[in-house]
């Protein structure tokens, strides 16, 4: 059996030169930025350009994940990383599959890498208004792509919570991963690889949750985007985020910066889906 490749750490020298070849670029290596599971790096290219390289095992599917940056192009009217070409070979030798994207090379920092919660606290108010003009432009557009599907929603709800009806009412397209690592300090969203249908307020909670250890800036979201938080599903997506942030300290067995403040926002929650 093949051990498990790792993008961090094990050698793929050929890979980005065949992705200089592919591509007509040449990566910086020297400006790689790894993501968290080691399947993902990035680059600055000669051109000014980002370039992601990503790996998966050649006898798994490829998800929607695979293709988010480039089905996401076709979105209007939302601030992203322009995307420009993409490659993808069968690596046999790994056992792999590769792909690498050509996008748009953002130089505005995310708000978690300009400081985080503090630097969020502080974002003016113009920025909250093109965030909210941009997730309801995203809301309308039409697509198949799944980014919370209800199965899922109502799996994680009633692992924590009993006898709620988890139905949801509305549904909107959405970022699927928006949190404070995912949004620059001059609005653009970041990462579309999970983006699809979810829950109406499904992104407004998934920025709330990651905003639970700082009480204002929390409320902040909350005034923000009061319409689609309040509604049924939106308050089913923040109940989600709740029971994922309890889930998960209870499989660690530790408490997280997310527990207590999700826990005392239940209550309200139940309240308001059982009336």
């Given at each position: 059996?093949?051990?498990?490749?790792?993008?961090?750490?094990?050698?793929?020298?050929?890979?980005?030169?065949?992705?200089?070849?592919?591509?007509?670029?040449?990566?910086?290596?020297?400006?790689?930025?790894?993501?968290?599971?080691?399947?993902?790096?990035?680059?600055?290219?000669?051109?000014?350009?980002?370039?992601?390289?990503?790996?998966?095992?050649?006898?798994?599917?490829?998800?929607a994940?695979?293709?988010?940056?480039?089905?996401?192009?076709a979105?209007?009217?939302?601030?992203?990383?322009?995307?420009?070409?993409?490659?993808?070979?069968?690596?046999?030798?790994?056992?792999?599959?590769?792909?690498?994207?050509?996008?748009?090379?953002?130089?505005?920092?995310?708000?978690?890498?300009?400081?985080?919660?503090?630097?969020?606290?502080?974002?003016?108010?113009?920025?909250?208004?093109?965030?909210?003009?941009?997730?309801?432009?995203l809301?309308?557009?039409?697509?198949?792509?799944?980014?919370?599907?209800?199965?899922?929603?109502?799996?994680?709800?009633n692992?924590?919570?009993?006898?709620?009806?988890?139905t949801?009412?509305?549904?909107?397209?959405?970022?699927?991963d928006?949190?404070?690592?995912?949004?620059?300090?001059d609005?653009?969203?970041?990462?579309?690889?999970?983006?699809?249908?979810?829950?109406?307020?499904?992104?407004?909670?998934?920025?709330?949750?990651?905003?639970?250890?700082?009480?204002?800036?929390?409320?902040?979201?909350?005034?923000?985007?009061?319409?689609?938080?309040?509604?049924?599903?939106?308050?089913?997506?923040?109940?989600?985020?709740?029971?994922?942030?309890?889930?998960?300290?209870?499989?660690?067995?530790?408490?997280?910066?997310?527990?207590?403040?999700?826990?005392?926002?239940?209550?309200?929650?139940?309240?308001?889906l059982?009336?």
């Amino acid at each position: 059996m093949v051990s498990p490749f790792d993008i961090r750490q094990d050698q793929h020298d050929d890979v980005l030169e065949r992705v200089e070849v592919a591509l007509g670029v040449r990566l910086d290596r020297g400006s790689v930025v790894y993501g968290i599971y080691g399947v993902t790096e990035g680059f600055r290219s000669d051109r000014e350009t980002w370039v992601r390289v990503e790996c998966r095992s050649r006898w798994r599917g490829p998800g929607a994940a695979w293709i988010g940056l480039e089905a996401a192009s076709a979105i209007p009217g939302v601030p992203k990383p322009d995307w420009y070409q993409s490659t993808t070979w069968v690596d046999p030798g790994r056992e792999l599959v590769w792909r690498a994207d050509e996008v748009e090379l953002i130089t505005s920092p995310s708000v978690s890498a300009a400081g985080g919660l503090a630097v969020a606290a502080g974002l003016p108010d113009f920025w909250w208004q093109q965030m909210r003009d941009s997730l309801a432009e995203l809301g309308a557009y039409e697509t198949k792509r799944v980014g919370m599907a209800q199965a899922h929603l109502s799996k994680r709800i009633n692992q924590v919570f009993d006898g709620l009806d988890t139905t949801v009412e509305e549904w909107a397209t959405a970022h699927a991963d928006l949190h404070w690592s995912n949004v620059t300090t001059d609005g653009r969203l970041l990462d579309w690889g999970d983006w699809g249908a979810a829950p109406r307020g499904y992104d407004a909670a998934t920025l709330w949750q990651a905003s639970l250890p700082n009480p204002a800036l929390a409320e902040r979201v909350q005034r923000e985007f009061a319409a689609d938080l309040g509604s049924r599903s939106g308050l089913l997506s923040q109940l989600l985020k709740c029971a994922n942030a309890i889930r998960i300290a209870r499989n660690r067995g530790t408490a997280t910066p997310l527990l207590e403040p999700a826990k005392a926002a239940v209550p309200a929650l139940l309240e308001a889906l059982r009336t």
